[in-house]
């Protein structure tokens, strides 16, 4: 089955950037989607297909995808953007779809 | 607005049997794909299950096939599901989530619904 790298944890100051991988055979191929889910929250999507952003994120949301890395970037950190990232596909060849092991991300 | 919100969560002991629901709204239901995506205790999302918006294609993980089944009733706009035979490992908060349109992202989630399984 199609497996999703994440590291588990990014710390960054706040002004700072974030970036958070996400590694995946020939991930580039296919369309990548973030979610970000604070603690006791459901997850909320910031990065759909790569790199569009639903209305309502900022700016400082990010990604792209190329080759075996997706990434998800977050511009000027700020104290609410503390929470755990997740990435997501949808593997064609099983029609299932695929989180990523998910990342917390920590402002120091 | 749009708004996802799932029951029937509980306690239950391993090898018994629960229905979880799925009641949505502020959107044309019968035009858009469902799912379930579950969430153990302090673990990453698993996703579960997809319903196609006719509920004729159903797709399932690997990880629970054969012990869960997915059904919608487009009239009641709710999407179901039937865990059997439930383990221990199946305790989790389980999400239901709309499918964007032709976009595999899921757009809305619900607050999740906990399921313990223990004796």
């Known amino acids: 089955s199609y497996e999703l790298t994440q590291p588990p944890s990014v710390s960054v100051a706040p002004g700072e950037t974030a970036t958070i991988t996400c590694g995946g055979n020939?991930?580039?191929?296919?369309?990548v989607h973030w979610y970000q889910q604070k603690l006791g929250q459901a997850p909320v999507t910031v990065i759909y297909d790569d790199r569009d952003r639903p209305s309502g994120v900022p700016e400082r949301f990010s990604g792209s995808n190329s080759g075996n890395t997706a990434t998800l970037t977050v511009t000027r950190v700020e104290a609410g953007d503390e929470a755990d990232y997740y990435c997501?596909?949808?593997?064609?060849?099983?029609?299932?779809?695929?989180f990523g092991t998910g990342t917390k991300v920590i402002v120091l | 607005q749009v708004q996802v919100v799932e029951s029937g969560g509980a306690l239950v002991k391993p090898g018994g049997s629960l229905r979880l629901s799925c009641a949505a709204s502020?959107?044309?239901?019968?035009?858009?794909?469902m799912n379930w995506i579950r969430q153990a205790p302090g673990k990453g999302l698993e996703w579960i299950s997809s319903?196609?918006?006719?509920?004729?294609?159903?797709s399932v993980a690997d990880s629970v096939k054969g012990r869960f089944t997915l059904s919608r009733d487009n009239a009641k706009n709710s999407v179901y599901l039937q865990i059997d035979s439930l383990r221990a490992e199946d305790t989790a908060l389980y999400y239901c989530?709309?499918?964007?349109?032709?976009?595999?992202?899921?757009?809305?989630w619900g607050q999740g619904t906990l399921v313990t399984v223990s004796s």
């Open positions: 319903i196609s918006p006719s509920g004729r294609a159903i």
């Open positions: 020939n991930i580039g191929r296919t369309h």
């Open positions: 989530a709309k499918k964007r349109r032709d976009v595999f992202n899921f757009d809305y």
């Open positions: 997501q596909v949808w593997d064609s060849n099983t029609d299932h779809y695929v």
């Open positions: 502020g959107f044309t239901f019968g035009d858009y794909y």
